[in-house]
Structure formats: structure tokens, C-alpha cells
């Protein structure tokens, strides 16, 4: 499956963004049996899990770092994640990658079983 992430930008501390990942690729509601994840990577840093979302949406995971202010949700007719990011702050600033475990309902907290990245779209928050 082909992903594609958009949404990103500069932002000041405090605002919000939200962003969105479309896979192609997947006949039917095949979509709706995957797994979805976004990661992101700080500049100097290795990538890290951010969020995740059970194929049929009923399951959210979230790094610590991200509880409470980031929400994960998906829209299965329209093979598409969301990322929605509020109270952003500089060390949000990263690279989000939008993932997909095409082979299991869930996603660990980890890239662990990932089949499909998407190329990212940089997240820059201004303090």
C-alpha cells in the first residue's frame, strides 16, 4: 500500500495542526483491515512511535510524550488516517511518517511489523 502524509507546516507554540495520511493501493475496504501508525523523527534523533489505530478504529495507542494533546482517528470509506496535534510545542518539531501494518489489526508501540512508510511531512512549531 502507497501512503501519502500532508499536512504539515510551521506553527507557533500552542497551535494545532492536524494531519493526514491517504493509502492507495488497497481494493475494496481492504484498508479497513489494517493497522495504522504515525512515527515521527526529530533532527539527531532515531525515529519514534507517536500513535497508532486498530484496523477497525476501536484502539488508539499514544507515546507518553504525546498523550493528551494528540488524537489518532481514521475514516475507512476514505482510506484515510488523521493526526489532529493540539498545544503544540518546539520539540514536536519532526518528521511524521505515516505507517501501515497491512498483516496485523494492531500496531505495537514500536515500528516493530510495519510493512509501509509513507515519506513524511515536516512538522516545524515556533517558540
Known amino acids: 500500500v502507497q501512503l501519502q502524509a500532508s499536512g504539515g507546516g510551521l506553527v507557533q507554540a500552542g497551535g494545532s495542526l492536524r494531519l493526514s495520511c491517504v493509502a492507495s493501493g488497497a481494493s475494496g475496504n481492504t484498508f479497513s483491515k489494517y493497522a495504522m501508525g504515525w512515527f515521527r523523527q526529530s533532527p539527531g534523533k532515531e525515529r519514534e512511535f507517536v500513535a497508532s489505530v486498530s484496523a477497525g478504529g476501536r484502539t488508539t495507542a499514544y507515546s507518553d510524550s504525546v498523550q493528551g494533546r494528540f488524537t489518532i482517528s481514521r475514516e475507512n470509506g476514505k482510506n484515510t488516517v488523521y493526526l489532529g496535534i493540539e498545544g503544540l510545542k518546539p520539540e514536536d518539531t519532526a518528521v511524521y511518517y505515516c505507517?501501515?501494518?497491512?498483516?496485523?489489526?494492531?500496531?505495537?508501540?514500536?515500528?516493530?511489523?510495519?510493512?509501509?512508510w509513507g515519506k513524511g511531512t515536516q512538522d516545524t512549531v515556533s517558540s
Open positions: 505507517a501501515a501494518n497491512t498483516r496485523s489489526l494492531v500496531i505495537l508501540r514500536s515500528d516493530y511489523g510495519i510493512t509501509d
